[in-house]
């Protein structure tokens, strides 16, 4: 199939052309990003693959009227979405159950992250 017949289908088939539909999804991700994240909008940007950050203001004032920046104030992030360090997750994610048969005495507690009071 050649690009231009692809093109064609894909706008009948979905009313945009790829190239609408690609730069839509980057500028979604973008605002998801904008108010989770506290990355720098050329970061941001350059992560969802904008080529300049000229190009990635533009676009997305023509798609949500007001610029990254702005967006980013207007929508602060929910008590839900607020950030905690992966090292934390990871270790309050890891199963309590021991499988290895360890020495119970020389764990560590996750939660207060102290040594067991058997010790």
Known sequence: MSPAHFSRCFKAAF??????????????RAAALLPA????????????G???IGSFTTS????YGMTPQTYR???P???RHVRIP?????ACGRPRNHTFREDVTDLWVIGTFTR???T
Do not use: K, N
């Open 77 to 79: 992030p929910a008590a």
């Open 60 to 63: 997305f004032r023509r798609m």
């Open 50 to 52: 904008a080529r300049s």
């Open 37 to 48: 994240t506290d990355w720098t909008v050329a970061a941001i940007g350059v992560a969802v």
């Open 86 to 90: 992966r090292c934390v997750a990871t």
């Open 73 to 75: 104030a207007a929508h």
């Open 15 to 28: 009313g945009e052309s790829p190239h609408q539909y690609l730069l839509t999804r980057r500028l979604e």
């Open 116 to 118: 067991c009071p058997a």
